[in-house]
């Protein structure tokens, strides 16, 4: 079953793509401890403790100890603690603490993947940049640039050194041509064990999923294949997911927390968190650790000023109107259950993320695109097979891709004047969605300089072209792909200002950096 936002699976779109030495320490992150002991013979298991206020005492940590973890990372700012136990019944054991709230095993807490120059400091943007050139090899085949009127942007400005962008991911491959120029590799790291340990080494991807989104962001004017959107920014890779695409608990928090502390600028975000698809206030244990400790370290990095975007999702769900999840949990045996409107995606119906749905080349949702009236802010181009046109033959969108992974690309490119590593795969899901606003974000910040997530998005939604709603003989084009989770038929309400299907419109990059119209200095 495959784990990514590109491809079908059944009658699914895949969800979300298509998609050395000591860890230095973040803020707040207390290094792991020697094991105290455990009270049962099985392999130690990492659990996830969430304290009732966002803050982590050393008593907390000390009790913990006691009980037989080790402690493995402490997000002070945020009141998540990450221990590793052989003892199966810890975390009934941990939650016990009365300044606890909640505790579980993250082993059954997975995040799939649903169809990644050092740092010099700077201001963060704001001298707006160095224009850049579209006349990359293969820069013809980017459609989905063109559509968002990127290389227009570019002659005034492809981004500026100072602005930093994380891609949260599978990791990125600092080895492609395309993306070695821009990888930041001080601020690259590895999540997956919930410390995180740095560099563009340690970030490698072994998935394609993380290269493939990073490319879309920042794949250099370089002459070699593709132009990322924002080509002249530094990106690291945040890797949070492992080669099968899962994204656990611990990953997830950690690389926000990372991205918050290191003063990042942007975050792309094309996954969402497992085993729940919704995940409900009222629903499971598990469901409320994951919307609290997630929510906690979304929050931290919002509050340290970083941008984050997530894709929608490949279900053709109404995520503002849900009624049933036919997929959870996911990382066992699916059981359908009702769900109602305070149950949420994560990352990207969390407060302060900018959702945004995906459109094929003939301007028109992609057909496996989420959507949702006030929950899409913006559309951006996702690719779509049934879309097809003389510029995208096949619908898909072409970014980076990993070499050492040509085999899983079933609509592989190759330049040959960039090397052997400079290999690009055709895509579609709202995971290359996603990447399109990322880029445009980092555009936007390197141009006006530093800003807040709520000003980015105010810049976005102002200067998107607005899109209408379907007409009915339009909309009987999408009858063969109802929701996924309760088979309801894609609907589109509201008026082509703002509705359902895109938000206030598709992305347009040259309008976005040109706009004169209020931006962060003068809110």
Request: with cysteine; proline share 6%; glycine share 10%.
């Amino acid at each position: 079953m495959t784990r990514t936002f590109f491809g079908l699976r059944a009658r699914v779109v895949a969800r979300f793509g298509a998609l050395a030495g000591a860890a230095a320490l973040v803020v707040g992150l207390t290094p792991a401890t020697s094991i105290i002991g455990a009270d049962a013979a099985t392999a130690p298991q990492t659990y996830i403790v969430l304290a009732k206020q966002e803050t982590v005492s050393a008593q907390l940590l000390s009790r913990l100890q006691l009980q037989g973890a080790t402690i493995v990372a402490s997000y002070d700012a945020i009141g998540v603690v990450l221990v590793r136990s052989g003892d199966t019944q810890f975390a009934g054991r941990a939650q016990k603490n009365l300044d606890v709230e909640g505790a579980a095993n993250t082993n059954t807490l997975a995040f799939h993947l649903k169809p990644t120059i050092e740092n010099s400091g700077g201001d963060h943007g704001g001298n707006g940049g160095k224009p850049a050139s579209d006349s990359d090899n293969l820069s013809a085949l980017q459609w989905d640039m063109k559509q968002i009127k990127t290389p227009q942007a570019h002659a005034i400005t492809g981004g500026s050194r100072s602005v930093l962008v994380g891609d949260i991911d599978t990791g990125l491959d600092y080895t492609h041509p395309d993306l070695a120029p821009n990888v930041d590799s001080a601020n690259s790291v590895n999540c997956l064990s919930g410390t995180p340990v740095p560099g563009k080494v340690a970030a490698m991807d072994v998935n394609g999923h993380g290269t493939h989104t990073a490319g879309t962001i920042a794949a250099a004017a370089n002459g070699i294949g593709i132009v990322g959107v924002a080509p002249n920014v530094r990106i690291a890779g945040i890797k949070a997911g492992d080669s099968n695409g899962f994204f656990f608990p611990q990953a997830v928090v950690c690389a926000f927390m990372w991205a918050g502390s290191h003063h990042f600028d942007v975050t792309n975000n094309s996954y969402f968190a497992d085993p729940y698809y919704f995940n409900c206030p009222n629903g499971t244990a598990q469901e409320k650790m994951i919307l609290k400790a997630e929510g906690r370290a979304i929050a931290y990095a919002t509050r340290k000023g970083v941008t984050n975007v997530a894709a929608a999702g490949n279900f053709a769900d109404d995520m503002a109107n849900p009624t049933q999840d036919r997929q959870s949990p996911d990382d066992t045996v699916p059981v359908t259950r009702p769900v109602t409107k305070d149950c949420k995606v994560i990352p990207v119906e969390m407060p302060g993320v900018i959702a945004v749905s995906a459109t094929g080349n003939k301007a028109m949702k992609s057909f496996y695109s989420n959507y949702g009236m006030n929950v899409i802010q913006v559309a951006a181009p996702g690719g779509d097979s049934r879309q097809l046109t003389a510029a995208a033959p096949n619908g898909r969108v072409l970014s980076t891709y990993p070499v050492s992974l040509k085999d899983s690309c079933l609509r592989p490119v190759v330049d040959p004047s960039g090397g052997p590593n400079a290999f690009y795969c055709y895509l579609q899901g709202t995971s290359m969605a996603s990447p399109h606003v990322a880029g445009l974000a980092a555009l936007i910040i390197s141009r006006f300089g530093e800003m807040s997530s709520k000003d980015v998005l105010r810049l976005l939604e102002r200067t998107a072209d607005p899109i209408a709603c379907p007409t009915a003989a339009q909309l009987a084009q999408y009858a063969f792909f109802p929701s996924v989770n309760n088979d309801a038929p894609q609907t589109c309400t509201g008026p082509a200002s703002h509705n359902s299907w895109y938000g206030f419109g598709q992305v347009n990059a040259l309008k976005a950096i040109s706009d004169e119209g209020d931006n962060n200095q003068n809110n």
